[in-house]
């Protein structure tokens, strides 16, 4: 018999007297007033600027300047949209130009990144190494410290090898960045299948990397999509390599172009925010396709296994 | 052929010494079990066997050649593991193939081999499954299969009956049985299980933290057990080991009781010993020519037996005794003693003096 707790509840002796915990939450919906007060603030302080983002994508120019601003009853356009991709010229602008090399450079720099990274994670979780765990350290090390530290040695060293202002050496820099990362939150997916799949392999006649290869790697595939979405979304949004390292129109990724699009003598407020939009958009369908995922991203170690 | 012989392995895990010299000579077409309980070293003895850990020191040796350093998939083994290991995204059908796709067999030759298998196992409504829809007995069965559906030099198995419930691992043992007698093939068989290792073996080695206690037919582990430890570890009810020393032809026990002195105790006057009792060599009497006296402590109906539980100064002596028997603790009684039976151990070394003199 199905029951569910409700019905049982309900159709108890005593439905004249529920607990008193009970009645609270049926008033709030399952919350109590603090709580909706509390989230209703939090809500509105995080999300009026996406929400102010949105709208100003869509108003005319002078809607924008309008005093008092307006929330409703603007003219909706959708000609900054138009602009972020198609130049004045009516050729490709130079927003979608830089749209397409965070593509590029987010995209190669996540490829490497997982390429080297998983097979990495591989090895510290199956084999006995010396040292093991002050290298684990050692790699972790490198992300302590924020890029603007390094980012002037890097400026220096890149010059000396002809990357500066070129994807190539945003990707290698991204990859660089995302190899710890990786290397990191894999190990804990690698640590949770048995390592017993690739002793059997072994003895049914496979090597040990294409024991890996058949039996581990296809179990770790959920695992490597959402450590390869943290890895792009870190790339897509870098903006302190991207805006030192690199400088000409064809090279600059997304980010650096959109916050030079602030500082001529009259501001596109519109078009800044379209760019914006456009921007956020792949992010915020990344996260929401690895949300799971980014909770136990999160809390990875915390939970026992 | 199928001859494992493993020549001084040592093994250890950080401050833990796995393996300590173990030595071992497996004869084809031998079923030989490994026993020792928890921490002894049997898997790690086994996982130096397949191949997956790096030794320390030691050789392993396959039909006599040297394949020390050759990696698992050269070494020609099948190997069943404790928690089965079977490949979750494979269909049944598919983790039985693993081992014969994985030698480029052809298509034909691994269908033909995988329904032997499962007319062998009774596993044919299986095949389809995956791993996570089979219960643990049908995994178990897969993976057996997996590991004979190939013909290699000899199987490991490591504790494959552990998971299962009691009346399944009875029928399982009766199985392999009848399956190794079918193959004729080489079976390396680590358990903790004394039954299992009695029941099943032609050859058991005792393994104790990582060293090998006794070699010897299942009879001759039980009946002649090398030292004290084994003379434990070996038997249920386990057996009851009474401090005692020979005292010209009596020995004489630290709680004040004596026995006449066994013709084949070649001991020292004097020196402390060990009496080793087992549970079906000693009854409760009235009268008896060799008893010991002791106070009644308790009873252990186990259905076809009854265990007496008989305080002999601070020790208690277990005692099979008829489902029938009665008593009240703190009864006084006569435990009858079969000299010719029981063991005699040095009580510094732990090693059996009974073997000399018998």
């Known amino acids: 018999m199905a029951v569910s707790v409700d019905e049982a509840v309900s159709a108890g002796p005593t439905p004249d007297r529920p607990p008193p915990a009970r009645r609270v939450r049926r008033r709030g919906h399952g919350r109590s007033v603090l709580e909706v007060v509390l989230l209703t603030v939090l809500a509105v302080v995080m999300l009026f600027p996406v929400l102010w983002m949105i709208e100003t994508s869509i108003k005319e120019n002078r809607d924008v300047y309008a005093v008092p601003a307006e929330f409703f009853g603007f003219t909706v356009t959708l000609d900054h949209f138009r602009d972020v991709f198609v130049g004045a010229d009516g050729g490709r602008s130079a927003l979608s130009v830089a749209f397409l090399n965070s593509v590029v450079v987010a995209g190669v720099s996540t490829v490497l990144a997982t390429v080297l990274g998983v097979p ?40 000396q090898v002809g990357l500066i202002d070129s994807k190539l050496g945003l990707i290698l820099i991204y990859a660089a960045f995302n190899v710890p990362f990786t290397i990191w939150m894999m190990k804990g997916f690698v640590d949770e299948v048995p390592a017993e799949y690739e002793d059997a392999a072994m003895l049914d006649g496979y090597s ?93 170690g915390a939970v026992r296994r | 052929m199928g001859t494992v012989a493993v020549q001084g392995l040592c093994k250890s895990f950080g401050k833990v010494q796995a393996l300590d010299g173990v030595t071992l000579d497996v004869p084809d077409g031998a079923f030989f079990v490994v026993l020792g309980p928890s921490g002894a070293g049997k898997t790690t003895t086994l996982r130096a066997i397949a191949g997956l850990d790096r030794l320390d020191a030691g050789t392993v040796h396959l039909d006599g050649r040297d394949a020390t350093t050759d990696a698992p998939a050269a070494r020609d083994l099948a190997m069943v593991f404790q928690n089965y290991a079977l490949y979750p995204r494979h269909t049944v059908y598919e983790n039985i193939a693993s081992p014969l796709r994985a030698r480029r067999r052809p298509s034909g030759e691994i269908s033909a081999a995988v329904e032997r298998m499962s007319d062998l196992l009774h596993i044919g409504r299986l095949l389809n499954r995956r791993p996570a829809q089979l219960s643990g007995g049908e995994m178990q069965r897969v993976a057996l299969a997996r590991a004979l559906v190939r013909s290699p030099r000899a199987f490991l198995m490591d504790e494959p009956l552990t998971n299962l419930d009691l009346k399944l691992r009875v029928e399982m043992r009766t199985e392999l049985t009848r399956i190794h007698r079918s193959l004729g093939a080489t079976f390396v068989y680590v358990t903790n299980d004394q039954v299992e290792a009695l029941s099943m073996a032609d050859q058991v080695a005792v393994l104790k933290e990582g060293k090998v206690q006794q070699v010897g037919t299942p009879t001759e582990v039980y009946e002649r057990p090398a030292n004290q430890w084994v003379a434990g570890f070996v038997g249920s009810p386990p057996i009851s080991l009474l401090p005692c020393h020979a005292e010209g032809d009596r020995l004489v026990g630290a709680a004040g009781w004596t026995l006449p002195r066994p013709r084949w105790a070649a001991a020292q006057d004097g020196r402390p010993l060990l009496l080793g009792l087992r549970a079906e060599d000693l009854s409760v ?72 003199g018998r």
């Open chain 1, 120 to 159: 990495a994670a591989w090895a510290y979780s199956r084999f006995t190494l010396k040292a093991k765990k002050d290298q684990l350290f050692f790699i972790l090390s490198t992300r302590f410290m924020p890029p603007v530290v390094v980012v002037v040695p890097i400026f220096l060293m890149y010059r």
């Open chain 1, 208 to 300: 040990r990397l294409q024991a890996f290869g058949k039996f581990t790697l296809p179990l770790l595939v959920p695992g490597i999509a959402a450590t390869a979405v943290f890895a792009l979304i870190f790339s897509w949004n870098e903006f302190v390599f991207a805006i030192f390292l690199t400088s000409s129109d064809d090279v600059r990724t997304a980010p650096p172009a959109i916050a030079g699009l602030i500082g001529g003598t009259t501001v596109d407020w519109g078009l800044v925010a379209a760019a914006s939009v456009v921007f956020a958009l792949p992010v915020l369908v990344f996260a929401y396709l690895v949300r799971r995922h980014l909770v136990a991203g999160v809390t990875l």
């Open chain 2, 285 to 356: 009497e009235r009268r008896a020519s060799a008893t010991l006296p002791g106070e009644l402590y308790g009873l252990e109906p186990l259905g076809d037996r009854t265990v007496v539980d008989v305080r002999v100064g601070a020790q208690i002596l277990k005692v099979k005794s008829r489902p029938t028997i009665t008593g009240t603790p703190g009864e006084q009684v006569l435990v009858a003693v079969d000299l010719d039976r029981a063991h005699l151990f040095d009580a510094g070394t732990g090693l059996s003096l009974s073997e000399a």
